[in-house]
């Protein structure tokens, strides 16, 4: 099932300079695609786009119901409110009881405030608000580049059991880690 077709996409925030021209893409789930590109290439404005927070100058972009894992976990979360409590604000908790051991979170960490825990158990809490919202399309905004080393691997690796309900498309700067998990790498320059 294809959760993401782009079809001939063009967008600039000026007219002089296009970050997209005519460009193209699909996803299907159980995919996963990586987009790399230097800083200010318009990886981010990409997902902008597919979240309909921005309007091409033109082409198509056809998304189903997608959900979002922010690059740091910190500025995600609310600093005043316990993590459940943001988790519900978004998403039904019924269903969540299976997700909590697989990824290693005791159900009373989400009865903290996000400062309470540390950075992998606050991605984590995002990666599980983000499957929650039962998306067809996640999309990860360099969703470990806040870890360390050893965290990283498991935070991908908890993603990558969950690909085969969702298409993923992951915004990296870590061409290995791309190599090591993405279907396809596609490059922005």
């Not at 001939?8 to 005519?22: K, M, P, Q, V």
């Not at 019924?94 to 909590?100: C, E, K, Q, T, V």
């Not at 990283?152 to 992951?170: I, K, S, Y």
């Amino acid at each position: 099932m294809q959760v993401l077709s782009i079809e001939g996409l063009s967008f600039g925030y000026t007219h002089e300079r296009a970050l997209y021209d005519d460009f193209s893409l699909t996803l299907a789930a159980g995919e996963i695609k990586a987009i790399v590109g230097p800083s200010g290439a318009g990886k981010s404005t990409l997902f902008e786009l597919i979240l309909g927070n921005l309007r091409p100058r033109s082409g198509t972009i056809e998304a189903l119901p997608a959900s979002m894992v922010f690059q740091d976990p910190y500025s995600s979360f609310h600093p005043t409110y316990t993590v459940l409590n943001q988790i519900r604000d978004v998403a039904d908790t019924a269903g969540m009881a299976r997700y909590l051991d697989d990824m290693g979170l005791d159900e009373a960490l989400l009865h903290k405030l996000p400062h309470e825990l540390s950075g992998g158990q606050l991605q984590r809490a995002s990666i599980l608000r983000a499957l929650l919202m039962k998306p067809k399309l996640l999309l990860l905004d360099e969703p470990t580049s806040a870890l360390d080393n050893v965290i990283q691997l498991d935070v991908m690796q908890l993603l990558l059991r969950h690909l085969g309900e969702v298409g993923m498309l992951l915004i990296t700067h870590e061409i290995d880690l791309a190599n090591w998990c993405a279907d396809e790498i596609v490059e922005i320059s």
